[in-house]
């Protein structure tokens, strides 16, 4: 996956559109880094399988490709599981960046 995601970097400022860049480039912070993240299942579970959640995170990163190749106004609406993971990667590092201090 890791050679994906460097093709991906590579990729991002390509497109001209800059809310497409935007996801993009958070999609590949949460792959990146889904490791530091504790994900949660129904009923705020936590659970170690991040699979499902990743694939989530794919899929809207490929809906919002699509939304621009179409022409839409606007990018698809942050689905739950990309909003999650990129407010939880964030929270992660806003964390070690204060522990550090």
Not at 12 to 33: M, S, W, Y
Not at 83 to 97: F, Q, V
């Amino acid at each position: 996956m890791t050679d994906q995601v460097d093709i991906l970097k590579l990729t991002i400022p390509l497109f001209p559109n800059e809310d497409l860049r935007g996801r993009l480039n958070a999609t590949v912070d949460i792959l990146a880094d889904w490791h530091y993240v504790v994900f949660e299942g129904p009923g705020h579970d936590e659970y170690p399988e991040s699979g499902p959640v990743i694939r989530e995170v794919l899929q809207h990163a490929i809906d919002c490709m699509g939304a621009v190749r179409r022409g839409a106004r606007r990018l698809p609406k942050e689905c739950e599981a990309f909003k999650t993971a990129k407010d939880n990667i964030n929270e992660y590092w806003a964390y070690e960046a204060e522990s550090r201090l």
